[in-house]
């Protein structure tokens, strides 16, 4: 009897973007490869915790061009039959919802095309179906036109549930391969999938946590406390997930949050690159012909 071949992802491991961002886009022979032993990266240790922008005069006029092109760029989705999601992981404390807020801001506030998705622990209906059932619920999934943004995601199932053993390793083994082929889908349905996860370095983390114990008690639970004791298990857990479901059709970026400036200003940057990308590739409308 013959063994199953299995083929081994191509195309470069990652690249150090202009902005100083990590993009993580291997290419499979199909999203639905099986989970195989291969040799791991430590993506994180890659990052440049020193990237900055030092002036705030400097940060605001960037940030206002950004902004600008985001709401430019994401009127035009619904011209092509495109959405997008922006998917938010990353460390606590890395600034996932001050990185929203500047998307929101930047669309004008305008819900009739944006929606923000704060996913949380799942309810026992969502546990009593398959993983990625929830994610379709309640409009969390945009129409022709809109964004959506996601505060964690389906990707928590290799994070979270993997760390903290929620769930079987044959199925965290599983995931990989039905994430790949859930953003595929997506891709395939006209959804521009953008993954970005912010990071920070353990000494800023314990600062902002710090600030959010004294001055901000309704950000702060002790499930910050406990991701923080098990950082390395973290660090491992989401340099597996970049790995395996960083593609071509959905990559991942990892982004520096140690100063919140560059944060902000280099996601609204990335976003912009992939619409760009996306509207530039999008076929022209025919013209019609005047009749004679």
């Not at 240790?45 to 985001?70: F, M, N, Q, R, T």
């Not at 609204?268 to 019609?288: C, G």
Request: proline residues 4%; positive net charge.
């Amino acid at each position: 009897m013959s063994q199953k071949k299995l083929h081994k992802p191509f195309g470069e491991p990652f690249t150090v973007l202009d902005n100083g961002a990590i993009k993580v886009a291997r290419q499979f022979h199909a999203p639905t490869d099986e989970y195989r032993a291969e040799k791991g990266i430590d993506y994180l240790s890659k990052v440049d915790h020193g990237l900055a922008i030092k002036k705030k005069k400097k940060y605001k006029k960037i940030l206002e061009e950004k902004e600008i092109e985001l709401n430019e760029l994401v009127r035009q989705l619904d011209g092509i039959g495109r959405s997008v999601i922006v998917a938010f992981q990353g460390r606590d404390g890395a600034g996932k919802s001050g990185a929203t807020a500047r998307i929101v801001q930047a669309l004008g506030f305008d819900m009739s095309i944006f929606q923000g998705v704060a996913i949380k622990k799942p309810t026992e209906e969502e546990r009593a179906h398959p993983y990625l059932w929830r994610f379709f619920r309640n409009d969390r999934m945009p129409a022709r036109g809109q964004m959506r943004v996601f505060d964690r995601s389906w990707a928590e199932r290799v994070l979270v549930e993997r760390v903290k053993k929620l769930a079987p390793e044959k199925a965290i083994k599983k995931s990989y391969t039905e994430i790949r082929t859930f953003e595929w889908l997506l891709e395939q349905q006209g959804c521009i999938v953008i993954k970005l996860w912010l990071d920070i370095t353990k000494d800023e983390q314990w600062k902002r946590l710090e600030d959010r114990r004294k001055h901000k008690q309704w950000k702060f639970t002790p499930d910050d406390l406990e991701a923080r004791e098990h950082w390395d298990d973290y660090t491992t857990a989401a340099n597996e997930m970049f790995l395996r479901t960083g593609t071509d059709f959905a990559p991942w970026y990892i982004i520096s949050s140690e100063d919140k400036l560059y944060s902000r200003v280099t996601v609204l940057d990335i976003i912009n690159r992939e619409l760009r990308a996306a509207l530039k590739k999008a076929p022209k409308p025919k013209k019609t012909e005047e009749k004679k």
